[in-house]
């Protein structure tokens, strides 16, 4: 008799507590997670936050001289998102981490620019909202700069 395996797998315990470990740490957070499992799938393959490179981008597509950085929308200010709203108290402390944060990024695209690389910003909230949005996105830009053509299917 032939037995179906419907039920779901239960997430192991590791599993789990890597997954709250990345929610500490400002690198692999979820989002990104759910950005770099979405583009897999579509065979967009990548390589994770190269040190050599500015700004060390989260996603980097060598093949397409290509690289995103997944940005959380408060420690990087996303103009206009709810979650970029500043907390109440010493708001200059905040104001100043941010912008200081918001210069660097400014500079670390500037520097792959001139090293040859495009960039591309995406934020969290934008992932959590629509991750297939996001891929096309990413397809999009790949192909402006790409002769080659890609055949993935972002979206079911
Ligand atoms: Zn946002």
Known sequence: MEQHKTAKIKTPPSEQK???MSQV????TS??????????????RFRLHRKDLPG?????????KFVIFVHGCFW?????????????????FWQNKIAA?????????????????QTLVVWECDIKKDVCGVVKRVIDELHVNCAEKLNPSPCP
């Open 76 to 92: 990087h200010h996303h103009e206009g998102c709810i979650k970029s709203n500043m907390p109440k108290t010493n708001i200059d």
């Open 31 to 44: 989002p990104e997670l759910a950005l770099r499992s979405a583009l897999h799938s579509d065979g967009i």
């Open 101 to 117: 944060n918001v210069r660097r990024d400014k500079t670390n695209q500037g520097d792959l620019t001139k090293l040859g690389w």
């Open 56 to 64: 060390k981008p989260d996603i980097v597509l060598p093949k397409y």
């Open 25 to 28: 740490r400002t690198k692999g």
């Open 18 to 20: 890597s997954r709250m």
